[in-house]
């Protein structure tokens, strides 16, 4: 089971105040400089001033300051002319701590969120009761209730429609961190010989997300086993894990025929898919017991697995799957490694939700044939800047009424910025723009989601983006996969003679009119987006995109 880190020191320092300030040649004429310091008067347009180290705030009594500040493993819905979105409890300096559970925010431009409150400051009582309910069955002890510690993760929200009528529902996840044999609290002085307890999942509903108001529904799933009741654990660095599906993560998806299913689980032997009813949002076939004799037996009834990193293994580096459907196509997103540094997002997809979900180059990720391609996100640095690290664990959600989709998580700072030997604990929610780039020049309409090396700010469609404003020096990232290693930026000049130099030897070309950049033989879309890591902040051009054989992503901006 993987492990959330709640930091306790938080530093004053001053924030940067960025105004907006944009190229000229990035936008229509006749708009000066001078009239773009504050607001583009054209389309009313601002970039985002907010800062990326926001421990100057962090406190619970600059609540109304946070905008994207103190996001964990966010999950967003459409509801009522708002972006909902929920995460894990987690802050700096865990600042959130007795404010109740699963705290959210809202938005309805998806770069301004004020926060609202979550479904509920108590662990629902079920969650006691059906531990104990099971560790009676396997012959154990009750935990008394104020005894187990209780651990708020990753839920996931969806609107649906219930008997004709518009709802949010809510599939949460809480972690009892108690051992098995004797309940003790999870502690090295306190190792028993056990692993520790079940997660758990649960879910609730709304009709009213602004005033916090939900009813809980109670139990879905749980941790399960394909061990029996053989909790036995050699040592506390063994991690050939008592459970064969852990009961975090789960993503929810309606299908084209109308079927609800939930993916979940992580890091232990891989993700399983779960059919739930539509109308109660349960399990739509009895789970039974959370424990078998094998995996065959234990699958049937708490679900197929669909995905695995490594075949075979009890503990992997993967979590945090996210599915959506797009064109024929389920695209399952996930987390690769820890999420303090290493966090990057990697996609797979299938035509059938129950897979086989393949990779860009036919890796089965199903069978568990190792790291899969493209790249989404990893950890990188452009010039002039701290850069991020820790991008995953990803929400990915449609635009209202648009064919744009989002790749939403959080983004951790490096340790000690700005002299903060803690800030590797601030967590900024991060929203980009996804492209869908080909999988190589010979196959223009093989399509993968890329997201945007820079955060989404709501840049308005200046217009066509010529080849000649192209031309220029580059800030390119090879994003390769190096484990808690950030991808740094190099200089990459796009000459005016279709040339390239720097980062990047051979001809580059441009297509107007799908905004697809060839980098050799690696196409690239292009998109605007601001400058974060300017100051002042502007408007640049940026680019995402793969090829099926480079086992990386190409990333870019434009210099000023």
């Given at each position: 089971?993987r492990?959330?880190?709640?930091?306790?020191?938080?530093?004053?320092?001053?924030?940067l105040?960025?105004?907006?300030?944009?190229?000229?040649?990035?936008?229509?004429?006749?708009?000066?400089?001078?009239?773009?310091?504050?607001?583009?008067?054209?389309?009313?347009?601002?970039?985002?001033?907010?800062?990326?180290?926001?421990?100057?705030?962090?406190?619970?009594?600059?609540?109304?300051q946070?905008?994207?500040a103190?996001?964990?493993?966010?999950?967003?819905?459409f509801?009522?002319?708002?972006?909902?979105?929920?995460?894990?409890d987690?802050?700096?300096?865990?600042?959130a701590?007795?404010?109740?559970?699963?705290?959210?925010?809202?938005?309805?431009?998806?770069?301004?969120?004020?926060?609202?409150?979550?479904?509920?400051?108590?662990?629902?009582?079920?969650?006691?009761?059906?531990?104990?309910?099971?560790?009676?069955?396997?012959?154990?002890d009750?935990?008394?209730?104020?005894?187990?510690?209780?651990?708020?993760?990753?839920p996931?929200?969806?609107?649906?429609?219930?008997?004709?009528?518009?709802?949010?529902?809510?599939?949460?996840c809480?972690?009892?961190?108690?051992?098995?044999?004797?309940?003790?609290?999870?502690?090295?002085?306190?190792?028993?010989?056990?692993?520790?307890?079940?997660?758990?999942?649960?879910?609730?509903?709304?009709?009213?997300?602004?005033?916090?108001?939900?009813?809980?529904?109670?139990?879905?799933?749980?941790?399960?086993?394909?061990r029996?009741?053989?909790?036995?654990r050699?040592?506390?660095?063994?991690?050939?894990?008592?459970?064969?599906?852990?009961?975090?993560?789960?993503?929810?998806?309606?299908?084209?025929?109308?079927?609800?299913?939930l993916?979940?689980?992580?890091?232990?032997?891989?993700?399983a898919?779960?059919?739930?009813?539509?109308?109660?949002?349960k399990?739509?076939?009895?789970?039974?017991?959370?424990?078998?004799?094998?995996?065959?037996?234990?699958?049937?009834?708490?679900?197929?697995?669909?995905?695995?990193?490594?075949?075979?293994?009890?503990?992997?580096?993967?979590?945090?799957?996210?599915?959506?459907?797009?064109?024929?196509?389920?695209?399952?997103?996930?987390?690769?490694?820890?999420?303090?540094?290493?966090?990057n997002?990697?996609?797979?997809?299938?035509?059938?939700?129950?897979?086989?979900?393949?990779?860009?180059?036919g890796?089965?990720?199903?069978?568990?044939?190792?790291?899969?391609?493209?790249?989404?996100t990893?950890?990188?640095?452009?010039?002039?800047?701290?850069?991020?690290?820790?991008?995953?664990?990803?929400c990915i959600?449609?635009k209202?009424?648009?064919?744009?989709?989002f790749?939403?998580?959080?983004?951790?700072?490096p340790?000690?910025?700005n002299?903060?030997?803690?800030?590797?604990?601030?967590?900024?929610?991060?929203?980009?723009?996804?492209?869908?780039?080909?999988?190589?020049?010979?196959?223009?309409?093989?399509?993968?989601?890329?997201?945007?090396?820079?955060?989404?700010?709501?840049?308005p469609?200046?217009?066509t983006?010529?080849?000649?404003?192209?031309?220029?020096?580059?800030?390119?990232?090879?994003?390769?996969?190096?484990?808690?290693?950030?991808?740094?930026?190099?200089?990459?000049?796009?000459?005016?003679?279709?040339s390239?130099s720097?980062?990047?030897?051979?001809?580059?070309?441009?297509?107007?009119?799908?905004?697809?950049?060839?980098?050799?033989?690696?196409?690239v879309?292009?998109?605007?987006?601001?400058?974060?890591?300017?100051?002042?902040?502007?408007?640049?051009?940026?680019?995402?995109?793969?090829?099926?054989?480079?086992?990386?992503?190409?990333w870019?901006?434009?210099?000023?």
């Open positions: 089971m492990f959330k880190y709640l930091l306790i020191l938080a530093i004053s320092i001053i924030a105040s960025l105004v907006g300030c944009n190229d000229d040649d990035l936008e229509p004429t006749g708009i000066t400089t001078k009239d773009k310091e504050e607001t583009d008067p054209v389309t009313n347009f601002t970039i985002p001033t907010y800062a990326d180290d926001y421990s100057s705030i962090a406190s619970w009594g600059n609540l109304n946070w905008n994207l103190n996001v964990h493993d966010p999950s967003v819905a509801f009522n002319g708002y972006y909902y979105m929920y995460g894990t987690a802050s700096y300096g865990n600042e701590a007795g404010h109740g559970h699963f705290q959210g925010k809202r938005s309805t431009d998806l770069v301004n969120w004020e926060w609202v409150g979550g479904p509920f400051y108590d662990a629902p009582t079920w969650v006691a009761d059906s531990l104990n309910a099971i560790r009676s069955r396997m012959g154990l009750a935990i008394a209730k104020d005894k187990i510690n209780y651990g708020y993760w990753a996931v929200v969806r609107r649906v429609n219930v008997g004709g009528k518009e709802i949010l529902r809510m599939y949460y809480i972690v009892i961190d108690n051992y098995i044999k004797t309940g003790k609290a999870n502690t090295a002085a306190n190792f028993d010989g056990s692993w520790t307890e079940r997660a758990f999942i649960g879910m609730c509903e709304s009709t009213d997300p602004a005033g916090a108001v939900w009813t809980d529904k109670g139990f879905v799933t749980s941790s399960s086993s394909d029996g009741t053989n909790y036995s050699s040592s506390l660095s063994n991690w050939d894990a008592y459970f064969y599906y852990n009961a975090i993560d789960p993503t929810y998806i309606v299908s084209p025929e109308g079927k609800h299913y993916i979940y689980g992580s890091w232990h032997s891989g993700y898919l779960l059919q739930v009813d539509e109308t109660t949002g399990a739509l076939n009895d789970l039974g017991e959370p424990y078998a004799n094998s995996a065959s037996e234990l699958s049937a009834r708490y679900g197929i697995r669909i995905g695995t990193r490594t075949a075979g293994a009890r503990w992997q580096g993967s979590e945090a799957p996210e599915i959506i459907y797009k064109d024929g196509y389920y695209y399952l997103f996930m987390a690769y490694d820890g999420l303090d540094i290493p966090y997002t990697r996609v797979v997809r299938s035509t059938n939700i129950e897979g086989p979900y393949l990779d860009i180059t890796r089965n990720f199903t069978n568990g044939r190792g790291d899969c391609y493209p790249i989404v990893h950890p990188y640095k452009f010039n002039l800047s701290n850069g991020w690290v820790g991008i995953s664990h990803c959600f449609q209202e009424n648009t064919n744009e989709w790749y939403m998580s959080q983004g951790r700072l340790a000690n910025v002299g903060n030997a803690y800030s590797n604990a601030l967590m900024m929610g991060h929203v980009r723009r996804i492209v869908w780039c080909p999988a190589s020049e010979s196959e223009p309409d093989n399509l993968w989601p890329i997201a945007l090396p820079e955060r989404y700010a709501a840049v469609d200046y217009g983006i010529s080849k000649d404003s192209l031309v220029g020096a580059w800030e390119h990232i090879n994003l390769k996969y190096k484990y808690a290693q950030q991808d740094a930026a190099t200089t990459l000049n796009l000459n005016a003679d279709g390239m720097g980062a990047l030897t051979g001809i580059w070309s441009y297509n107007t009119a799908k905004k697809q950049l060839t980098l050799g033989n690696v196409v879309c292009v998109e605007r987006e601001v400058d974060w890591e300017a100051s002042p902040r502007h408007i640049t051009f940026v680019y995402a995109g793969t090829e099926k054989n480079l086992n990386a992503t190409y870019g901006k434009k210099k000023k």
